[in-house]
């Protein structure tokens, strides 16, 4: 096997692991956007707030059709300054009422964009072209 085809085994390679873990950041993300989207508002309550990775979380407690739920939003929470007893609106998902999030102001529950899985699926397209390239020169 040649230099170059052992290159272009290793690109292709490298570019099927970026497409693989870029698209499923894009479809988690997708996920995510339709759980926002059906989601209903609650009242909630900062019951505890913790510092993880450089960023505050709060643990929030809320109800739903009488069942107490309590724990941190999935979603980062807007803003970084809660404070224990802070009331907080809570956007939770019908279909599973401890998924949750919470909004400072109604309307901010947002996605975060997947920059990094669009980057990282650019790269695997990179990898491809320079991979095929290869196989065309001589």
């Known amino acids: 096997m040649t230099t170059t085809a052992v290159?272009?085994?290793?690109?292709?390679?490298a570019a099927a692991v970026l497409l693989v873990v870029g698209l499923r950041a894009v479809r988690r993300a997708s996920a995510?956007?339709?759980?926002?989207?059906?989601?209903?508002t609650a009242s909630g309550e900062v019951?505890?707030?913790d510092a993880a990775e450089g960023r505050v979380v709060p643990t929030v407690r809320y109800h739903v059709g009488g069942e107490r739920l309590e724990?941190?939003?999935?979603?980062?929470?807007?803003?970084s300054r809660y404070l224990v007893g802070q009331p907080v609106?809570?956007?939770?998902?019908?279909?599973?009422p401890a998924w949750m999030t919470i909004e400072?102001?109604?309307g901010d529950a947002r996605v975060p964009r997947p920059r990094a899985?669009?980057?990282?699926?650019a790269a695997a397209v990179v990898?491809?072209?320079?991979?095929?390239?290869?196989?065309?020169?001589?």
């Open 7 to 13: 290159l272009q085994l290793v690109l292709v390679a």
């Open 104 to 106: 400072a102001v109604q």
């Open 127 to 138: 990898l491809l072209v320079v991979a095929a390239v290869l196989a065309v020169l001589p």
């Open 32 to 40: 995510t956007r339709a759980r926002v989207a059906r989601a209903r």
């Open 71 to 79: 724990g941190p939003p999935r979603l980062p929470p807007p803003g």
């Open 117 to 121: 899985a669009v980057a990282e699926v």
């Open 89 to 96: 609106d809570v956007r939770y998902d019908p279909q599973e």
């Open 47 to 49: 019951v505890a707030v």
